[in-house]
């Protein structure tokens, strides 16, 4: 079975900083891979996604995301968190064609 | 907003009760999903539908929930005999294909929250 871990709980930073989230995966294979935000009180939406090609990948609000094949790991970043930041953070994997499996995800934090 | 709709929001229900839930997805999308999210986890898959077609069920699915989507439109997911672990968050997801590259757009809806008391 597919296991997406998600190495931080809860993350706490102030405006400005870096932020790095860490995605680890255990599936051989080709898999797909995404990540989600959650804002308080809203759906899931897709920050980003990684088929094939280019392992570093932008998504929407300056996200982007590294995928090493050899790692298992496809780690979100984003060089300047703002407080509109602040949600829930998922990483999915895919491997067939209908089932996409979440880590347990991330708190973001972001103080003003 | 014409994302994929889900009600009710909330749903408070007693013990041994059954509830039943709604989604209605983005108009043109073949296949629709359910997950369930408890506290502190993510989501996890529960079953899926091409069309009118249920194809998977996940090992949750326990023989107390049944999913249904008539005529290959809305969906909906009924537990009988409710019971307190079945308090979670039942999240539903429309796609036009599957999650792969094939597919140009995934939608879930906000979620009908379940708490059995």
């Known amino acids: 079975a597919q296991s997406v871990s998600q190495h931080n709980h809860h993350v706490i930073l102030s405006e400005a900083a870096s932020l790095e989230l860490g995605c680890n995966y255990s599936y051989g294979g080709t898999v797909n891979l995404f990540w989600y935000v959650q804002y308080p009180g809203q759906h899931l939406q897709l920050l980003l996604k990684y088929f094939s090609g280019d392992p570093l990948v932008k998504g929407i609000k300056g996200f982007e995301a590294e995928f090493i094949k050899s790692k298992f790991s496809f780690n979100l970043r984003k060089p300047s968190v703002q407080w509109s930041d602040t949600a829930e953070y998922f990483c999915a994997v895919n491997r067939d064609d209908y089932k996409l499996s979440f880590g347990a995800g991330t708190t973001v934090t972001v103080r003003a | ?117």
């Open chain 2, 1 to 117: 907003d014409t994302g994929v709709s889900q009600n009710p929001r909330h749903k408070i229900t007693k013990r041994g009760q059954n509830v039943t839930f709604r989604c209605d997805p983005i108009s043109e999308h073949n296949r629709l999903y359910w997950y369930r999210q408890t506290l502190g986890q993510g989501p996890e898959f529960l079953t899926y539908f091409q069309n009118e077609a249920q194809l998977e069920k996940s090992r949750l699915l326990s023989d107390r929930f049944s999913a249904e989507r008539p005529k290959g439109s809305f969906s909906t997911l009924e537990i009988q005999r409710t019971e307190q672990g079945d308090s979670a968050m039942y999240l539903c997801a429309s796609t036009k294909t599957g999650w792969g590259p094939m597919n140009t757009e995934a939608f879930f809806g906000q979620g009908t929250r379940l708490t059995v008391v």
